[in-house]
């Protein structure tokens, strides 16, 4: 019997897939066979393999994956591998320069403040030149994208747990390739995404790398990026060894942006100067989301449309929990509000008019307009006034102006203590600002 993962922070995922290793026995195949092979039609006796078997980040993987160190590959158009293997990357983040860019000037059906899909991110890297600058080619042409067959390879595997070598065979598995772009010595095959997830997949450059491997001369270099609040993140990386799935490397990385990033220590005092305090705080939990560039992403992943709990769980980098502190977040900042379906009375989510207006500003604008939302707050102006030459108040000093804040639902001091370095991140994001040039 297999143990179900407790609480009630349960994705539909998580139930399918302890139904499915219950049914087919999969924990005792593993430890007998060092793996186990499941067929779509299998899957889908409980869930769409769609939904089931793409988890482009950890986080996403159900529970018992993760109880049991395991991952799960797609081998052919209608089976997976499941075995314990290390499927994933840490995504390489960096706040070193940033490069400025242009668009040309004649180009009206590109917007730096309407980046909303990951093709949009692809469009504008290519017509600024930040692409032929981080891969040093003149001349680019667009090639291949989409979905398409892998044919035929194999390639090694190492077992996490046992550490022994096996060969893995895939056959015709399902590739995608958001752009594949050919210059005169190299061909670069693009990856692209909008959400801020700490790892990434490999598979999603090890397919598409070894299938075009054998199919062109020239050496094909694997591109990671991410964009998100006006920021392009650019990775390149190589396989040490091309039969290897996990001699993947960094390269290289840089950064660029299309935007005016200029905000000068002024810019912020001006915000503090002009804007009221709220008299009472929100009725909604106080935040608990220590990285308020995430908050950013998740206006940003709304501000194409509504989304349920669920489907910023599954489709992006997010566990439930995570889910429900960076949406709080922003509810608390009044960005984002929260709906319920008539029938089954799950949440989902909306941009609010602020939030909407606030997305779609330019650069310099969005940034400070966000800083002012949150110093609005009581609580993150005292603790903002009581830095001294950019050194934010530690957590205990923090805890003592919370206290005198009359904050929402918060009791015990260890809450008090947790939530303060929320305080201590969103104010660390605040004088970023003004170092971030």
């Known amino acids: 019997m297999v143990n179900n993962i407790a609480g009630n922070t349960k994705t539909q995922n998580d139930t399918a897939w302890e139904a499915l290793f219950e049914k087919h026995d999969i924990l005792n195949e593993i430890e007998c066979n060092g793996r186990y ?136 598995s399902q590739i995608e390739i958001d752009l594949a772009l050919e210059g005169i010595r190299t061909l670069a095959l693009l990856e692209a995404k909008l959400d801020l997830a700490n790892d990434f997949l490999i598979r999603q450059l090890y397919y598409p790398y070894r299938v075009w491997s054998s199919r062109v001369t020239k050496p094909v270099k694997p591109v990671f990026l991410v964009y998100s609040n006006g920021i392009y993140s650019l990775s390149e990386y190589m396989f040490l060894d091309p039969n290897v799935y996990n001699s993947l490397v960094l390269v290289k990385h840089m950064n660029y942006t299309l935007e005016d990033r200029t905000i000068e220590m002024t810019d912020l005092l001006r915000i503090v100067n002009e804007i009221t305090v709220y008299t009472l705080e929100p009725a909604t939990p106080f935040p608990q989301a220590d990285k308020f560039e995430r908050v950013i992403n998740i206006c940003e992943l709304l501000s194409n449309r509504i989304m349920s709990r669920d489907e910023i769980t599954e489709e992006y980098a997010f566990d439930v929990r995570q889910t429900n502190y960076y949406t709080d977040a922003a509810i608390y900042l009044g960005l984002v509000q929260k709906e319920y379906e008539a029938v089954s009375r799950k949440p989902s989510y909306a941009l609010t008019d602020l939030g909407k207006r606030i997305t779609n500003m330019e650069h310099k604008q969005r940034q400070l307009s966000l800083a002012k939302c949150i110093l609005e707050h009581k609580v993150f102006l005292d603790s903002f006034l009581a830095t001294d030459k950019g050194v934010i108040p530690d957590r205990q000093a923090i805890v003592q102006i919370m206290k005198q804040s009359s904050l929402y639902g918060i009791v015990s001091d260890h809450t008090y203590y947790r939530r303060a370095q929320t305080i201590s991140g969103w104010l660390n994001w605040i004088f970023r600002l003004v170092s971030n040039q």
Do not use: C, Q
Request: no cysteine.
């Open 37 to 172: 092979i499941i067929t779509a039609t299998n899957i889908k006796e409980y869930r769409e393999p769609r939904l089931m078997a793409k988890f482009d980040s950890y986080i996403n993987l159900p529970g018992i994956f993760k109880k049991h160190h395991l991952a799960i590959l797609p081998i052919s158009r209608g089976s997976y591998l499941i075995s314990h293997f290390d499927a994933y990357m840490p995504t390489y983040t960096s706040t070193s320069r940033v490069i400025k860019k242009t668009l040309p000037h004649h180009l009206e059906s590109l917007s730096v403040n309407n980046v909303t899909t990951e093709t949009v991110a692809i469009n504008m890297a290519l017509a600024s030149g930040m692409l032929h600058d981080f891969l040093d080619e003149e001349t680019f042409y667009s090639t291949v994208s989409g979905r398409m067959g892998s044919g035929r390879f194999e390639f090694l595997l190492e077992n996490s747990k046992t550490k022994e070598i096996s060969t893995v065979e895939v056959i015709n």
